[in-house]
């Protein structure tokens, strides 16, 4: 552990822009979600009445998590359901960042041949992210309370957003031993986070099923219900997992060397299969993993979702209770309508994110040098970029195809499932395009693409709350998706977002033709 | 067609930074081209564009006859590049990487490719991530030696390299050399690597040509240092032009002295009675530390 203290300074010297933007970004969030009810709702019977019909549609429950009570604490609560989702993605990438993305690249051997101990780097990405995580529960607790909220249900909230963090820090721990490279580290750890997303949502809608939820780390923070039960239990049980994590992964880093993995690398074939000989093809190796990893999530999510549909008029049946509310959110239909809109929803932007992971391979390639080699051959710009843009869009519509299809055969009812998660796709499109637009034209700044997609998120979460005007909500293309199943599908909008999507795109791959290899 | 690579005042800048400032290079078809400086100089900048993979903001360049930037894709095919930064993918074996850039680039000699590996004791059948840095630049040097191109453009290609696989990289170089018809243009600052391989060479420093020509050119340019025992008084060494940092003592004088005024240099001192006399030629690293040094200034 010597050496602890000074690594613990270099990791906070190089996340002093990052960390403080997710501290409190995530930290205010609920003080902006109390903010926004409080002007919403002008009586408490308007509040009340919301909780009751939200507590019964599923596709918010599968969106945000199960809602116990109608206080403003608990709505809030409830709202940022998918914030401690979020916080597990900081955490386990600030602690891959520092650990294995380090060892990967050399800078580790560098700094553990001075007097630093075996533990020291894992121990200050852990302590970092750590120490992040109570200062935005900190952060929590101080402005809910603030806000006049119960001061028991704020620390609690408080709680939940630290050991979602510290949770999900000792994922990327792990993650970062097994793995020997910082990109499988990051895919195993955001596998994890997804495992336990899909097996929260399975357990919370469906009442015959809460098994699931008890089995995900981000199923037990939501049994806390702060402001409401507050309870102890899942919170004690999210502070065991994240001790056995750490110690998980302590373990592990002293019984294997210093680069390596625990899977050891094996020797492969002396030349090349008579098709590795195109740019197509090279890409192909490149992507396939991520394909076929990014078509079994969404197979399973689609398997999941598709599962649980059936059960989903029930339980909200049972929860709403009443005619009244059926009838005010459309019918039995309109239910099982309204939460397969929602998970159609949900996948589009998981389907987004690979396909901005994939488009920035590119970039990826360009910051390695492997792109400088490839392009000294005969391969030109255009069809090098378009060899790897063709994988974020066509993969996509491969997982969006396997979910979709895959949740209508479980549900019995494929035309108008599939048909819903199929539409997602020109708005996926259309972030690839911006990811290639990116690329081409500022490329040091590529990595603005997630924050594309972060923006989609969060005006999807908080922009109809926070009554944005339309124009801004219009910026996010799935926005524009049609409501599907239940809604009326008109297909101008998709032609129009594949329009979009291509003139980004094409103007993006224009661009890579005229700039710098590498800049 | 007689030169190779023809570059004129060229220009290169990144932000306020000027990364090549008025750059001259001439490389002839058929020779071994040493391309010298120190880090930072300018020596990838250039190469990269002379590949097209960047584009200059003044002057000309022309390769093999064409325009890099706007026939890159054609000229590519006539050559091949070994990167001073070599990175492969690293789920892809050395194998495969070696038989990839090589059918990019428009095929490859099989026997040629085995040949090249069993010289460089290379295991094909490893990962990119699991080759060590010398290692890497084999796969880089085979895959680009064992096509059948006009043009080696090599950057720093034995800088992680052992001293026997080095021994390696010059014999297989001499061999295209006695070939005739293939030009290398060989960046580096293994001074003796580029003595022993290139008929002609190019030093740079911040971004511009300071010195060109064969070797013996480039000697002559430079000092040869002079120690003499001698048997009577010399008078008027101190006064020829060209005599630098004389010493004497007891009989005995040392110098260094440039090559025109050799001469008159050796006149005085074969008439003050030469008893003993030792004479060093300028090698490289005094001609590369002087136009260094110089730049400090």
Known sequence: ?519 | MTEAIDVEGLVKRFGAVTALDQLDLRVRTGEVHGFLGPNGAGKTTTIRVLLGLMRADGGTARLLGGDPWADATALHRRLAYVPGDVTFWPQLTGGEVIDLLGRLRGGLDPKRRDALIERFELDPRKKGRTYSKGNRQKVALVAALSSDVELLVLDEPTSGLDPLMEEVFREVILEEKRRGDRTVLLSSHILSEVEALCDRLTIIRAGRAVETGTLADLRHLTRTTIRAELTGPVNGLASITGVHGLTSEDGRVAFDVDADALEPALKTLVAAGVRSLISQPPSLEELFLRHYTKSEK
């Open chain 1, 1 to 519: 552990m010597t050496g602890t203290g000074r690594l613990l300074r270099l990791v906070l010297r190089r996340d002093r822009w990052i960390m403080p933007l997710w501290i409190f970004g995530f930290g205010i969030l609920p003080y902006v979600y109390i903010a926004g009810f409080e002007t919403l709702f002008a009586t408490a019977q308007e509040r009340v009445d919301y909780a009751r019909v939200s507590a019964a549609n599923t596709g918010f429950i599968a969106l945000y998590g199960p809602l116990h009570g109608d206080s403003l604490g608990e709505l809030a609560v409830w709202r940022g359901g998918f914030v401690p989702l979020m916080i597990g993605l900081a955490a386990l990438l600030t602690v891959v960042r520092h650990t294995r993305a380090d060892e990967e690249s050399g800078r580790t051997e560098l700094v553990r041949a001075t007097v630093v101990g075996r533990y020291a780097q894992l121990a200050a990405a852990l302590i970092a992210t750590a120490g992040a995580s109570l200062l935005m529960g900190l952060v929590v607790a101080g402005t809910m309370i603030g806000a006049g909220q119960p001061v028991a249900g704020s620390i609690a909230l408080g709680v939940v957003f630290m050991l979602s963090g510290w949770m999900f820090a000792g994922v990327g721990a792990i993650a970062a031993q097994l793995t020997s490279s910082a990109r499988s580290a990051r895919t195993l750890g955001v596998v994890a986070l997804g495992v336990s997303f899909v097996l929260r949502l399975g357990g919370d809608v469906s009442d015959d099923r809460e098994f699931l939820a008890w089995l995900s780390p981000i199923g037990w923070v939501h049994r806390v219900f702060p402001y409401g039960e507050n309870n102890g239990g899942p919170a004690v049980l999210a502070l065991v997992f994240a001790i056995v994590t750490v110690g998980v992964s302590a373990y592990l880093l002293a019984h294997r060397d210093m680069g390596a993995g625990l899977l050891a690398s094996r020797l492969g074939p002396a030349t090349a299969a008579a098709s590795l000989g195109s740019p197509l093809a090279l890409a192909w190796r490149l992507h396939r993993g991520l394909l076929f990893g990014w078509t079994a999530g969404f197979a399973a999510l689609g398997l999941v979702f598709g599962g649980v549909g059936s059960s989903v008029v029930q339980l909200a049946a049972d929860s709403g209770g009443v005619d009244e509310v059926f009838s005010r959110i459309g019918g039995s239909g309109a239910v099982t309508d309204a939460y397969f809109a929602t998970t159609a929803a949900v996948c589009g932007l998981i389907a987004a994110c690979y396909a901005v992971q994939a488009a920035l391979r590119m970039r990826d390639e360009e910051q390695s040098g492997h792109a400088e080699a490839v392009l000294s051959t005969s391969v030109g710009r255009f069809t090098w970029g378009a060899s790897h843009l063709i994988f974020a869009l066509l993969g996509p519509a491969v997982a969006l195809l396997a979910q979709g299809l895959l949740a209508g055969v479980v549900h019995g009812t494929v035309g108008p499932v599939l048909a819903a998660s199929l539409a997602q796709l020109p708005a996926v499109w259309v972030l690839a395009g911006v990811t290639m637009l990116l690329v081409g034209t500022w490329p040091k700044m590529a990595s603005l693409a997630w924050g594309a997609i972060a923006a989609c998120v969060l005006l999807l979460l908080v922009g109809s709350l926070l009554e944005f005007d339309q124009w801004v909500l219009d910026l996010s293309p799935f926005t524009h998706v049609p409501h599907l199943p239940g809604g009326t599908f008109t297909p101008l909008p998709l032609v129009l977002l594949t329009a979009v999507a291509a003139a980004f795109g094409g103007v993006g791959l224009l661009a890579l033709r005229r700039r710098d290899v590498p800049r």
